[in-house]
T-cell receptor, first 114, second 111 residues
Framework: GAVVSQHPSWVICKSGTSVKIECRSL??????MFWYRQFPKQSLMLMAT?????????EQGVEKDKFLINHASLTLSTLTVTSAHPEDSSFYIC??????????FGSGTRLTVV | GESVGLHLPTLSVQEGDNSIINCAYS??????FIWYKQESGKGPQFIID?????DKRQGQRVTVLLNKTVKHLSLQIAATQPGDSAVYFC??????????FGKGNQVVVIP
């Protein structure tokens, strides 16, 4: 049980375009979803926390207009990287929690902006 | 041995030996800790967790030790196998059930 599906697994986009990443909890209801960013050889950095039906809470230094997060249902959250630039290239990972102390991670999305 | 620098600290272990990975956490109020394994290009995979009211917990081939006095966690892997080669992260929960990750340790198992 507790499977999180993240799509796409990799994406290449041109500078200035927007990219949407989806995170779905397949067999449980995720009251809270988290979005992380990870650079090579580094740890996961929390970008934002989203609760179903409410606005996401962003960590300090993360631009909310740049990284749009939507958590419209208990099984789906999306992260949209708007007006992407090469410095946005990174590995983005979502995590879903049902609130019982377990966090299930997606398989990650490798974003390359050219 | 271990090396620290521009890259992740790396622990090289002979297959069959035991591995010990250490982690220092920052928040003395954290009450729940998790160890994750991350293989290249994948998301973190849960290994074992421990609550602050315990100082040791054992799983299959893994043991987590918690020392709240010095804010230190360790993960012990018994009889390390090639499939254990990965990056290992400790994580602690803080406000609003958020999860903060430590720096990570690369484990390389030598066949």
């Amino acid at each position: 049980g507790a499977v999180v599906s993240q799509h796409p697994s990799w994406v290449i986009c041109k500078s200035g375009t927007s990219v949407k990443i989806e995170c779905r909890s397949l067999d449980f209801q995720a009251t809270t979803m988290f979005w992380y960013r990870q650079f090579p050889k580094q740890s996961l950095m929390l970008m934002a926390t989203s609760n179903e039906g409410s606005k996401a809470t962003y960590e300090q230094g993360v631009e909310k207009d740049k990284f749009l997060i939507n958590h419209a249902s208990l099984t789906l959250s999306t992260l949209t990287v708007t007006s992407a630039h090469p410095e946005d290239s990174s590995f983005y990972i979502c995590s879903a929690s049902s609130g019982h102390g377990r966090y299930t991670f997606g398989s990650g999305t490798r974003l390359t902006v050219v | 041995g271990e090396s620290v620098g521009l890259h992740l600290p790396t622990l090289s272990v002979q297959e069959g030996d035991n591995s010990i990975i250490n982690c220092a956490y920052s928040n003395s109020a954290s009450d729940y800790f998790i160890w994750y394994k991350q293989e290249s290009g994948k998301g973190p995979q849960f290994i074992i967790d421990i609550r602050s009211n315990m100082d040791k917990r054992q799983g299959q081939r893994v043991t987590v030790l918690l020392n709240k006095t010095v804010k230190h966690l360790s993960l012990q892997i018994a009889a390390t196998q090639p499939g254990d080669s990965a990056v290992y992260f400790c994580a602690e929960t803080y406000g609003n059930n958020r999860l903060a990750f430590g720096k990570g340790n690369q484990v390389v198992v030598i066949p």
